[in-house]
């Protein structure tokens, strides 16, 4: 943290100085997981990690997982955005789905998201060629373009203009990293059922616009998810990867022992509560053990401090101890309130 901060390039190099020691005591029998809430960071820390180890001529299995990915299709979409985009390079050996719903849910996910990339559902399973970064002069916002009548229209209802890239997910495209036009990915499926359609879509697209490649996304479906639908995984795809905010995004932890109030009902709370708002970062953690570290990253976090009690935090700082839990959510929000009427100095 002193040297890299809280950075990919920081996690990296932390886990190659344990992996010394282990390999100086010849011990080798390890599985290395480079997990984070942001799909940009968990796709950077992989990547890198597995470069580094190449060059020292090693090689360990790496298990993924976007940690607190949050419940409901949020949660979905981002864990297939992240592990997708790592899965689709032939990176990684086995994975979890974190979700604050019932654990058996998690596997489902998981199962649709491996099925997907390794063939399961008829696509070659092929890993595909890894793509860089794009560097970007300007502010990276990708627009979502609907297909009426065959006819691609943008967010102000123009026809857009542009290079579309229309494909299914057999055939997958190759992006041209150097094109100087505006290009939009138009990927068809054939899908009736709604979660189905966000995991896949998520897990092909993902890795594009976590690398900030295309200026578009237009998702063509020919079963019966239509419409509206369609535009709401497209936005949820961007916010997955990154890309663009338009929603607030929360962070939110399985259950586990340690969680000491229902935290699927909290996380409901405190999503009907805060769903006026925008561009926020909220987290909703169980335990005081590993809440405070893991939503690091978190504009403000209601965490469990006890039974029936819950800490309210600013960032890092805790500034509302032992609420009590029927009162958290309303604290939670009045704090937001207040620092939305008198913004804090950066």
Do not use: W
């Not at 896949?200 to 237009?218: E, H, M, T």
Request: hydrophobic share 35%.
């Amino acid at each position: 943290m002193t040297r890299y901060g809280n950075t990919s390039k920081g996690m990296v190099i932390s886990a190659l100085e344990f992996i010394n020691i282990f390999r100086a005591e010849n011990f080798h029998n390890l599985v290395l997981s480079m997990k984070s809430s942001d799909t940009v960071v968990l796709v950077e820390s992989n990547r890198l990690l597995v470069s580094e180890l190449q060059k020292r001529g090693a090689g360990y299995p790496l298990h993924l997982g976007v940690t607190e990915a949050g419940e409901g299709e949020d949660g979905r979409i981002r864990s297939a955005a992240g592990i997708g985009a790592l899965l689709s390079e032939g990176i990684g050996d086995t994975i979890r789905v974190s979700l604050s719903e019932d654990p058996e849910n998690e596997i489902t996910v998981a199962k649709e998201i491996m099925n997907f990339i390794t063939g399961n559902t008829g696509r070659a399973a092929k890993p595909a060629p890894a793509l860089s970064f794009r560097n970007r002069d300007t502010l990276y916002k990708p627009e979502v373009v609907m297909c009426e009548s065959g006819r691609f229209m943008s967010e102000t209802n123009e026809l857009y203009k542009g290079e579309v890239l229309t494909f299914n997910a057999e055939n997958p495209p190759q992006f041209p990293e150097k094109s100087k036009s505006k290009v939009i990915l138009n990927p068809i499926f054939d899908e009736d059922d709604p979660d189905k359609l966000g995991i896949y879509a998520a897990s092909l697209l993902g890795r594009y616009f976590i690398l900030k490649q295309p200026d578009g996304i237009c998702i063509t479906n020919r079963g019966k998810v239509q419409g509206e639908k369609l535009k709401e995984i497209s936005f949820a795809i961007l916010q997955a990867a990154e890309a663009r905010i338009t929603q607030n995004r929360y962070i939110s932890c399985p259950t586990c022992g340690r969680t000491k109030f229902n935290l699927q009902e909290a996380v409901r709370k405190v999503k009907s509560a805060t769903s006026h708002l925008a561009g926020l970062k909220i987290a909703v953690m169980g335990c005081i053990v590993n809440g405070p570290g893991e939503m690091a990253g978190a504009d403000y976090g209601y965490v469990g401090a006890g039974d029936g009690k819950v800490h309210i935090y600013r960032g890092t700082v805790p500034v509302k101890k032992n609420v009590d839990q029927d009162k958290a959510v309303e604290e939670l929000l009045r704090l937001i309130e207040e620092d939305l009427r008198n913004p804090r100095p950066a």
